[in-house]
């Protein structure tokens, strides 16, 4: 079965900065494409960023361009968003999603890491 | 960037009655290539990540019931429950996966009446 656990969440402070990592197993990880998606509490869902699955191509939702990085390494089956500079705004769950087997949907989710921000 | 609309914002439908939930694009997520439209529903519960329901605008995904089914093509889009089940109460999302910067409609929550 496909597996994505998300890790590195926490509280922290304002302009500090956090890095998100996500385990992946059960699929041959190097053959697909990643995101990273966000919900903050009580609100609807914001994708974030999608890495291809060599890492060659990398999107940003202008919301988080400049602060957010976002890392794969197919050696490890692993993810990574660097999260810089954070604000209030950036606390929510953060997950994990795969894309499906023929197109750009989100097919699996992790269950999500939570980020609260402040002070 | 691709703004995707949901109406209504909430609903409430009697057990066994359909449900109607629109999303509406504002481009076309149709694919001259291809003929397929890049739209996406999920389904997200209490405390739970998002499930994928339907994708390419009417394809269901392996084990979803099949009172869910989506519709339409270019910018405007339906997905449809049948006949609601008390298990379906939860918030619906659409989402485009046309261009490179993927968006999602606001959810629409569904309750029982």
């Known amino acids: 079965d496909v597996q994505l656990v998300e890790s590195g969440g926490g509280l922290v402070q304002p302009g500090r900065s956090l890095r998100l990592s996500c385990a992946a197993s059960g699929f041959t990880f190097s053959t697909y494409s990643m995101n990273w998606v966000r919900q903050a509490p009580g609100k609807g869902l914001e994708w974030l960023s999608y890495i291809s699955s060599s890492g060659s191509a990398i999107y940003y939702a202008d919301s988080v361009k400049g602060r957010f990085t976002f890392s794969r390494d197919n050696a490890k089956s692993s993810l990574y968003l660097q999260v810089n500079s954070l604000r209030d705004e950036d606390t929510a769950v953060y997950y994990c999603?795969?894309?499906?087997?023929?197109?750009?949907?989100?097919?699996?989710w992790g269950q999500g890491t939570l980020v609260t921000v402040s002070s | 960037d691709f703004v995707m609309t949901q109406s209504p914002d909430s609903l409430a439908v009697s057990l066994g009655e359909r449900a109607t939930i629109n999303c509406k694009s504002s481009q076309s997520v149709l694919s001259r290539s291809n003929k397929k439209n890049y739209l996406a529903w999920y389904q997200q519960k209490p405390g739970h990540p998002p499930k994928l329901l339907i994708y390419w605008a009417s394809t269901r995904e392996s084990g979803v019931p099949d009172r869910f089914s989506g519709s339409g093509s270019g910018t405007d889009f339906t997905l449809t429950i049948s006949s609601l089940q008390a298990e379906d109460v939860a918030v619906y999302y659409c989402?485009?996966?046309?261009?490179?910067?993927?968006?999602f409609g606001q959810g629409t929550k569904l309750e029982i009446k």
């Open positions: 999603v795969r894309e499906g087997e023929g197109g750009s949907y989100s097919s699996h």
């Open positions: 989402q485009q996966y046309y261009s490179t910067h993927y968006t």
